[in-house]
């Protein structure tokens, strides 16, 4: 049953050129390589690619669709389980989830879901079928907290039920991460507008500048007749490395340099306000999809040389496959196995990085091998320094509702209907299961949505 | 859009704003402060909430580079693109018998809805308040109606002491048993040297810290501070804090990185674009 066909690949810009500007790396498929591609799946009877997305895209109905030309059925096939198709076909991770479960991965080339997917939705946005439509006006009003995909998955399925729904947002734009974390070139913000903008059209209300728990607590938010509350206010707030020096200028945690440059614009200073600074070389801590998008941002705001350091293996790269294999090729260094012990400084401003070798031991609890210290030392001359080593739930929240039951570490606690300790209080995305995925926080914002609508229904 | 209600012309280099935010002003409390954005091209900058009146927020602020200065051109009915707060934690009023409040140029704005505070608390108040010169000592009258004692400093000696906040500090700390406490909000430099006055005379003193901020919801991690070799984010943590363990020399040098960045935005302003 292999299929020998190769993958129909993507055309992708120039690695020299693409390094040096934000437009988009990866540029789509066209609907001849869309067709050719759909051509490979063999419609399982019993689709194991299905089973592992985490919202049940109906795939092999999709893209038999794609075949016989039809776009808008399509896209309307998956729009039914996912209201952002052009993006997840872009961020999804797919080799660990739909496209690593395709039975054509066992012998061959998985079919390349996400560029599908990708494809159909980006038809989608630019020929307007989003389906806006409400079932039947409902008189109660929904209050989200957050615009990522978590709140933008919540909203859509409530206000879709007829739901009176508001979208409260701390910033100044909306689509949380989408927004202000994952850059241009993965991800361009028009996309992400107008996907909002279809929630807006649907009319979801979108209120930005409001952080809740500080200008309105949950408790305000009830009194003012909101029957229930979805928080999705994400993993924002950054983990330390725990190392001398880390409070030297030139030390950055990704979020404030991806923020810099995606949310305030600073890679076209002067004429936007916000400056931004890293100087010819950069280190960057970690090795997951944060830390490729911070370095690779490096490179492309004008620094000379960038590195990622990671302290596992190349395997161990929590990275999606295709962004670590773009890095490589846009030239960054990959300097594995080493962990950052502290951070040399003249006058608070950064001059090196002491790194210390690390070796593979035993299988932790995660499954991968546990680096181990050697006791041999690098140090190497840098401008500046990213840290990228993980984000916890956002402490607001908590600190300012009462009742509000946490873990430890600051994930929200919610039971098998998505509900908070506090009654009508649900919560999903990042903000419960510490940084995730784009999917799988829609994934939750949909399912808390389908029990909010049990529970305002029996009330 | 948020639409500015009232303005006024302090002196040279401050104004004072109130600009209509129901959804800041509804809980906020003193020691709260701000973000604005002037514009959609603009840089998010954080100001003290200087005080509350219904639905409008006032601020007072110094036009110390682009963004300020930038704010300083809009008129009573023109609009500021975004407003968003209470943000920080509010101040913690300590149950003290008798408070001095230091605060130098500016930093008399954020001083005030606290030291407003102590006294409706039961706190006799003295306040000391130092700026450049003779023009730059603002809020006078407003202070002069609540506190007990006052003291002004000019450095140029144009009115009251001459000299810096931390002389008359020294002199008052030495002589009146009954204080039990200090606040000061300046210049870093101020508050470094006046926690060393305190620590001197083995008091307790708050600071209230302004490292540069984005976001000021604890996501970014550009504003923090490095306290008793603890790191916290000024905008979530504090911004007020105990000052004997502040690394004030690290928060001067973090406030400094982007000095040429801000000087280039400024000179474009001024060529008016
Ligand atoms: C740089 C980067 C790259 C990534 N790359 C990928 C990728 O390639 N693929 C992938 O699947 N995942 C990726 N992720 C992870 C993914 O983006 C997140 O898992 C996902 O965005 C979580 O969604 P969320 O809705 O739970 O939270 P968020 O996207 O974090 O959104 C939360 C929103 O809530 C707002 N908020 C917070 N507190 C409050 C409050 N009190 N009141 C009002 N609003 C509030 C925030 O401002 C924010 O807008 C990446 C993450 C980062 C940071
Ligand atoms: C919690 C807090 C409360 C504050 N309250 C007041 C107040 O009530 N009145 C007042 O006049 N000022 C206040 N400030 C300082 C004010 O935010 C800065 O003066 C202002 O951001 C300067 O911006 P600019 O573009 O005009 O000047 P620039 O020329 O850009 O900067 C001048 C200096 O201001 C600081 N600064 C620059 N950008 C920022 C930023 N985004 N965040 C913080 N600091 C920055 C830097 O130290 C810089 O060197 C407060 C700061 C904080 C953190
Ligand atoms: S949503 Fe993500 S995981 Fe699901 S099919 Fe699409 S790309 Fe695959
Ligand atoms: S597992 Fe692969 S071949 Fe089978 S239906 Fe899914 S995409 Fe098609
Ligand atoms: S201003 Fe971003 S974390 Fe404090």
Redesign the interface.
């Known amino acids: 049953m292999a299929n020998k066909t190769p993958r129909t690949k993507m055309p992708e810009q120039d690695p020299v050129k693409r390094s040096t500007n934000f437009l988009e790396v990866a540029l789509g498929y066209t609907v001849e390589d869309a067709k050719k591609e759909a051509l490979r799946c063999i419609d399982c009877k019993n689709p194991k690619c299905v089973m592992a997305c985490p919202v049940r895209v109906k795939i092999p109905e999709f893209i038999k669709q794609v075949l016989n030309d039809d776009m808008e059925g399509a896209f309307d096939k998956i729009y039914e389980d996912n209201i952002l198709p052009s993006i997840c076909g872009r961020v999804c991770p797919q080799e660990s989830q739909c496209e690593g479960a395709c039975i054509l991965g066992i012998k061959g080339e998985p079919v390349s879901i996400g560029a599908l997917e990708r494809f159909v939705g980006d038809y989608g946005i630019e020929n307007n079928l989003a389906d806006t439509s409400v079932e039947t006006e409902k008189p109660q009003k929904v209050a989200v907290v957050g615009s990522g995909p978590a709140g933008l998955a919540n909203a859509a399925s409530l206000r879709r039920k007829g739901y009176q729904v508001t979208v409260f947002e ?3 734009a909306y689509g949380g991460v989408l927004n202000y974390g994952i850059p241009d070139f993965r991800l361009p913000k028009d996309i992400v507008r107008k996907e909002i903008d279809n929630l807006k059209t649907m009319g979801v209300k979108f209120v ?4 809740i728990g ?4 949950i408790e ?1 938010l009830k009194e003012e007749g909101y029957e229930a509350i979805f928080i999705g206010s994400g993993a ?3 983990s ?1 490395l725990g190392v001398p020096g ?2 030297y ?2 030390v ?2 990704a ?2 340099f991806l ?2 440059v995606n ?3 600073s890679n076209s ?7 931004i ?1 890293i100087g010819d070389t950069v280190a960057v801590v970690g090795g997951g999809n944060v830390a490729m998008d911070a370095a690779r941002t490096a490179k492309r705001i004008g620094a000379k040389r960038v590195m990622i350091i990671y302290r596992r293996d190349k395997e161990s790269l929590p990275a999606r496959l295709e962004e670590v294999h773009h890095a490589i090729e846009e030239g960054i260094e990959m300097n594995l196995l080493y962990n950052p012990v502290e951070i040399l400084g003249e ?3 950064v001059k090196a990085v002491k790194c210390e070798r690390m070796k593979l031991g035993e299988e932790d609890s995660s499954g991968r091998r546990r680096p181990l210290p050697t006791g041999e030392y690098v140090t190497y001359d840098i401008d500046s320094i990213i840290v990228s080593i993980g984000q916890k739930p ?3 929240i908590k600190q300012n509702t009462s009742g509000l039951t946490t873990h430890d570490w600051g994930g929200i606690i919610t039971d098998e209907n998505h509900m908070t300790s506090i009654d009508g209080v649900f919560a999903g995305g990042d903000a419960v299961t510490g940084a995730a995925t784009v999917i799988l926080a829609m994934g939750t914002g949909k399912e808390a949505a389908a029990n909010i609508n049990r529970y305002l229904q029996s009330k | 859009m948020y639409k500015i209600i009232d303005k006024q012309t302090i002196n040279k280099d401050i104004d004072y704003m109130k600009v209509e935010a129901p959804l800041v002003a509804r809980n906020a409390k003193p020691g709260h402060f701000i973000i604005l954005r002037v514009d959609e091209d603009g840089e998010r900058i954080p100001l003290t909430i200087a005080g509350i009146d219904g639905q409008n927020v006032d601020i007072i602020y110094q036009k110390m580079g682009y963004s300020t200065q930038l704010l300083g051109q809009k008129e009573i009915g023109d609009t500021v693109a975004d407003f968003v707060g209470p943000l920080g934690k509010a101040a913690h009023i300590r149950d003290k018998k008798h408070v001095v409040g230091v605060a130098g140029g500016v930093g008399a704005a954020p001083l005030l809805p606290q030291l407003k505070a102590y006294k409706a608390a039961g706190s006799k108040v003295t306040l000391i308040l130092g700026a450049r010169s003779k023009d730059y000592l603002i809020l006078k009258e407003t202070y002069e109606q609540f506190v007990d004692n006052v003291i002004y400093t000019t450095d140029d000696g144009t009115f009251g002491e001459k000299g810096l906040v931390t002389e008359p500090l020294e002199r008052l700390l030495s002589e009146d048993e009954t204080i039990d406490h200090v606040i000061a909000i300046g210049p870093v430099i101020m508050m470094k040297f006046t926690v060393q006055v305190a620590l001197k005379h083995n008091k307790s003193i708050d600071v209230s810290l302004n490292p540069i901020m984005i976001d000021g919801t604890g996501m970014c991690g550009n504003c923090r501070v490095s306290i008793g070799g603890k790191t916290y984010f000024a905008c979530i943590d504090g911004p007020d804090f105990e000052g004997h363990e502040v690394d004030f020399d690290g928060l001067m040098r973090r406030q400094s990185y982007y000095k040429d960045e801000e000087h280039q935005c400024y000179l474009r302003l001024k060529d008016g674009k």
């Open positions: 701390a910033l100044h930005k500048n409001v952080i500080k200008s309105i607590t305000q924002g707030l950054p330390a880390e409070n200028n030139g950055y945690f979020n404030e923020t810099r949310l305030m614009r200073f002067p004429l936007s306000a916000t400056p600074k006058n608070y401003e956002n402490p607001i």
